[in-house]
C-alpha cells in the first residue's frame, strides 16, 4: 500500500516550514504539517509575553532567502515574528497543507510497508514516506517542582502560556528565573507591578543591545536594492559568529576573544548599577558563553528601582501567600512568574516518541548511548526520518542557520535518493559514528570544556555533562558540508 504522503512534518515553526519550502522545491507536493497548537509560528505563536523580541537583529533572523525589508527595528518584536511566519506561508503556500491542534502522539517505521505511522491523539494515524520531526529545541516548558508550589493561592504565569486578561497593576509580584526570557519580561514587569522580587538562581551574561527603529527611508532602500539588506545581514553575521559561535567554540585558541566579550558585558553592568553589591550578585561566575548570553539595555537598570528587589538566596517553599528563600526570608506575593525554561533533555530530544527499525526508541537509545546525529538531522536505524531539532545540529549564531543548513541536507539527500529511483534512505553506522566524533573532539576546544562552566547550569548540558546541542563548525563550514556530505554516508534501497 501506498502512504498516503510524501511527507509528515510535526511542527509548524519555522522549523517545519522551511522543510515543508524545501521539499516542495523537490516537487513533493503531497505533505501534511501536523502542529499541536491552534495556528502556526512556533515559538513566536505561543509565546506571548510582554517584551518579547528577537535578540538576534531581525536581518539575520529571517530566511535568507525571504528578506522582510520592512522590519520595524533591528530586534523586531514578538508580533512582528508572527507576521513575518504568517507572510512566509502565505507566500509559500502553506497553509493548505497544516493541520492544526494536531498532537501527534508518535511515530512508527513499518518496515515492510517501507512507510511511517505518524499517530494523533483523537484522530486517525496517518502514513508518509518520510517522516520530519520540526519539533524546536524550546517547545517544552519546564515547571520547577519546588516544595509547596501547588499550595500557592495567588496567580502562576509560565512565560509560554502569557495570560493577557490577567491585569498586573497593583499586584506584589515574584519571577523566578533570570534567562533570556526574563531578561526581555523583567523591565516590563517591573514597570506594571507594585513590587516585584527577581529570583535569581544563576545570573546571566547581558552585553548591550544595539538597538532602533529602522527609519521607512532605510527600509525602502533595503526594498528597493535588496543587496543592501544582504550586506547588513553579513554585517551583522560576522559580529555574531565572533561573539556567539568563535568565542565559544574556540575558546582554546582565542580565549581572548571570550574574555573581551565578557569585559563588554561586565562594562555594560557597571555603567549600568551603581551597587557594587548588586553588580557583585549580578555578575556570573562562570565563562562567558557556557549558557547562552543575552542583549539588553533596560535589565540592569531595573535592579536600580525601588520596587525591584533581587533574592539570590535559595527558594525554600513556596507557601499560600508567598515565598520562602534559605535565609528565612519571605515574601508575599499573589502573583508569581515562571521564567524557569524548557525542559530539552527529557522531554525534547525528542519531543514525540519515535520508533525506528527493529524496534529501536530512539529517546530511549539516545539516553542508553549517547545523544547523537550525523549532520544533527538524520540517525542510524530510522529510514526515512529526518530529525531537525537534534543533538549538534544547532547553530550558535542563529536558529535560522540551522534550518537552512538542514534544508539544504535534506535536499541533496533527497535528490539522491530520487536519482537512484530508490525509495528508502538511512544513514550508516559509519557516518554517524565518525560526525559524532569529530563534534566531540572539537567540542574539546570550546568554552564547555575549557573554560569554567560548572556553576552555569546550562541546559547545553545533557544529564551526562555531554554539551551536545550545538554544532562545532562555523556557519560557513555547516552551510559547505550540507552542500558537500558524502552521498555514500547513507545507504539507499
Ligand atoms: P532558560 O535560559 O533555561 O532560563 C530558565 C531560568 O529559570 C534560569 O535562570 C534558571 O536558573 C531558572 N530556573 C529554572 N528552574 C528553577 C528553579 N527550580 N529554581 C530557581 N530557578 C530556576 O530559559 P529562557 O529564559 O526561557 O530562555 C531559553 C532560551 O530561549 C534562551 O537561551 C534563548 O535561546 C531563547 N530565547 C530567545 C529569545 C530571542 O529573542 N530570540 C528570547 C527569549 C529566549 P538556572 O540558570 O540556575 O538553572
Known sequence: MSPQYDAVIVGAGFGGMGAAIALKQLGLGNILILEREDDLGGTWHVNRYPGLAVDIASVTYSYSFEPNPHWSRLFAS???????????????????????????????WDSEARQWTVSIAGQESVTARYLLTATGFLSQPHTPDIPGIDTFKGKIIHTTAWDDSYDLSGRKAAIIGTGATAV??????????????????????????????IPRPV?????????????????????????????????????????????????HLRAQVRDPELRRKLTPDYDFGCKRPTFSNDYFPTFNKPNVHLQTSTIERIESDGIVTADGRKANVDTLVLATGFNLWDFNFPAIEIIGREGRNLGKWWRENRFQAFEGISVPQFPNYLT????????????????????????????????RGATTF????????????RM????????????????SRSYYFNQHGEAAILRATSTITAHREAERFPLESYNYA
Open 426 to 437: 538511512e544513514v550508516t553506522e559509519e557516518a554517524n559514528a565518525e560526525y559524532l566524533d
Open 219 to 267: 527600509q525602502g532602500l533595503f526594498a528597493r536594492l535588496p543587496f543592501t539588506q544582504r550586506a547588513a545581514r553579513a554585517v551583522n553575521t560576522a559580529i555574531l559568529e565572533a561573539m556567539m559561535v568563535s568565542a565559544v567554540l574556540h575558546f582554546r585558541q582565542a580565549r581572548l576573544l571570550n574574555t573581551a566579550a565578557a569585559a563588554v558585558a561586565k562594562l
Open 184 to 213: 526581555q519580561l523583567i523591565p516590563k514587569l517591573a514597570q506594571q507591578v507594585d513590587e516585584l522580587t527577581v529570583y535569581q538562581r544563576t545570573p546571566i551574561w547581558v552585553t548591550p543591545k544595539v538597538d532602533a527603529p
Open 440 to 455: 566531540t573532539e572539537k567540542l574539546g576546544d570550546s568554552v564547555f570544556y575549557q573554560g569554567n562552566c560548572q556553576t
Open 388 to 419: 531537525l531539532a537534534s543533538p549538534y545540529s544547532y547553530s550558535g549564531l542563529s536558529y535560522f542557520t540551522t534550518i537552512e543548513v538542514q534544508m539544504k541536507h535534506l535536499k541533496r539527500l533527497l535528490n539522491e535518493v530520487k536519482r
Open 78 to 108: 514578538g508580533p512582528e515574528l508572527k507576521q513575518y511566519a504568517d507572510h512566509v506561508a502565505d507566500k509559500y503556500e502553506l497553509r493548505q497543507y497544516m493541520r492544526f491542534g494536531a498532537v501527534v502522539g508518535g511515530g512508527v
